[in-house]
């Protein structure tokens, strides 16, 4: 088989002997249901990555010393699939997140994977489970590949041996409230991530780091939290598992990649949007401090969090140490409608995709 | 079963058909060798924990959408059992470490475990295992208990079900090389923790954090790392996986808890002995400046780290920016040589336990 050049191993294909029952629509939630099908491949050093291979979806035998368990050496990635009014199935940028895979594996201590080759894996996958990827606006088909290390033994250390996983979950929206302002509390007593430690990996360890605040922010009656750097617990980080934008006197500011910041690529395709559209776009620190300044002089027109799942999700309330301001009125402000329409349009095939975004599987 | 005056639930017991072949001293690394059996336990919501059962240690069924490979809710505790000279199994510290154990739980947002239940579970998989309890000063029977979260899918939340494993293996010396002073190199790019993070607990996440830092310092030919802290990166945190002493003008000095550091139980050990002995123990913030300068001036007289896999490891050695100081002549130190003696002593039954450390499995 080949690929975009490369000679590519042989998938070897094992199907399911009955095809699972589709869901419908309202039975969707966030990565509960399952596809038929997963693609799984081993790495042995000094064999690096091997028999890619499509299984059926089902469990999985691990030794309880299995590395993993024990030291989280580990990463994942999160992505979509739509399927477009014209009934194509595509990819939303898919090398670039398969690309920010190796870029977490390196931080991890991880082998590379071939993007191309895990690609290719990716959509034959998609291909034989297509009739999973649902068609309704807000639906989508995620994907979630991820890298464990499988090693039996415990002493830490950098795992030899590894298990890559593709698995597909049909999902409806991310927030059960729809595409509505959420209201979220600036977080002052948890850190997330420091310059240094692994926030700009997509790794288990930044979820661990977040359960508790999440959990505290909850009971609060708040959506997420924003996090604030571990420095000087003053500059805007992320905001629960998005990455955060500011739209101040018309200028669109979002936190510079430092080092504790994961780079979003629905992050990027927002700045490369803005830039597109003609709009000032400036990455670069930004304190709580002058978020409330702005809003204080009026100068906040909108805030809102950017990420694969919830694409745009608008902020319409920010909490820091009990002080609360709203924004734009608790409403969906005119950009961040602009973004998610565009986004979603190219997404599911309404607006033309320009700028090359989508993927097809399917032709 | 009642054991403390708690009416315990009963231990359902799986044999194995045939005992394992008894591992010879000389094939006895760290955490490659797994005793016959294993202790495990549910969770669920509503539920509590539940099923304590001692099962033939052996692969485990996982789905590849469980929650602990995606978002690391886990933790892990590390204790020993030793063979001691009249040939009786005893464990070291068993309820500091089980109740460490809890205190991790609650930073991972997992549910508290009964601790008086659980070490009764591990008393009777010691006893039914005690034959794998190797007998040669310098081993003994690493136990690791843990905790993983094991819902089915995959949204960043806390689960509702875990499932609790205790493993047992017999263990040499956790340092190849023998009591023997390493050599430290201090940290100055990557961080372990941060205070708001998760240092304190005993989590994957901390341990992913440390694996290119550690990769780096074996590469330049460092044993280990020396952790400074997030913030201003100069106070001194931990070394590798264990906690740091410095012996300066006859002062016994170690830094405090301040939320980014594991509280050892060796540490609560040797702070114990030393204060015992009459000695000045201060648990303080202290710079590597600190470290440095009380070297130029001669009065840094020891260093060593304090941990269960190596209980004293005396430091010979740092390198911070690439200026090396050597302590004490690269010599074990004389405190550090004491405490290992009494340490070890009481674990192998030649020094009297008049702290009640030990915990008897057998009679």
């Known amino acids: 088989m080949s690929f975009g050049g490369i000679v590519m191993t042989e998938i070897s294909v094992s199907k399911v002997e009955q095809a699972g029952v589709l869901p419908t629509d309202d039975q969707l939630g966030f990565g509960k249901i399952f596809t038929d099908h997963m693609f799984i491949m081993d790495y042995e050093e000094g064999k690096g990555w091997h028999s890619p291979r499509i299984v059926p979806y089902g469990e999985f035998s691990f030794l309880p010393a299995t590395i ?5 050496q580990a990463i994942f990635e999160g992505m979509k699939a739509f399927r477009t009014s ?22 991890l201590c991880i082998p590379q994977i071939n993007v191309e080759e895990v690609k290719a894996g990716l959509f034959q996958l998609l291909e034989l489970d297509k009739a999973w990827v649902p068609s309704k606006l807000g639906t989508s088909l995620y994907i979630r590949p991820f890298i464990v290390s499988t090693d039996g033994y415990i002493g830490v250390k950098v795992s030899s041996t590894y298990k890559l996983f593709i698995i597909l979950s049909p999902v409806g929206a991310y927030y059960s409230n729809g595409f509505n302002p959420v209201s979220i509390k600036v977080e002052d007593k948890y ?4 310059k240094g430690g692994l926030g700009q990996a997509k790794t288990p360890a930044n979820y661990a780091m977040s359960l508790n605040a ?10 997420q939290v924003l996090w604030l750097d571990a420095v000087h ?23 510079e990649l430092s080092g504790s910041i994961l780079g979003g690529i629905t992050r990027q395709t927002v700045l490369e949007l803005a830039q597109n559209w ?3 776009t400036t990455e670069r620190q930004i304190s709580i401090e002058e978020v409330y300044e ?14 694969t799942a ?12 009990g002080q609360k301001i709203n924004i734009n009125n608790n409403q969906t402000g005119e950009f961040a409608k602009k973004l998610f329409d565009f986004v979603t349009g190219v997404q599911y095939g309404s607006v033309p995709d320009e700028f090359s975004w989508m993927d097809k599987v399917t032709v």
């Open 310 to 321: 919830a694409v745009i999700s608008p902020v319409g309330e920010l909490s820091w140490k």
């Open 233 to 255: 617990r003053k500059y805007v980080e992320e905001v629960g598992t998005m990455n955060i934008f500011f739209k101040i006197n018309d200028e669109i500011i979002t936190p």
């Open 191 to 194: 850190v997330r991530a420091t």
């Open 294 to 307: 702005a809003h204080a002089k009026g100068e906040l027109q909108e805030v809102f969090g950017t990420g």
């Open 214 to 223: 999440q959990a505290e922010a909850h009971e609060q009656g708040f959506d």
């Open 68 to 72: 993993v368990f024990h030291y989280g």
């Open 86 to 107: 014209n009934d194509q199935i595509a990819v939303f940028r898919a090398n670039h997140y398969l690309n920010r895979f190796n870029r977490s594996a390196s931080h």
């Open 278 to 280: 003609g709009l000032k």
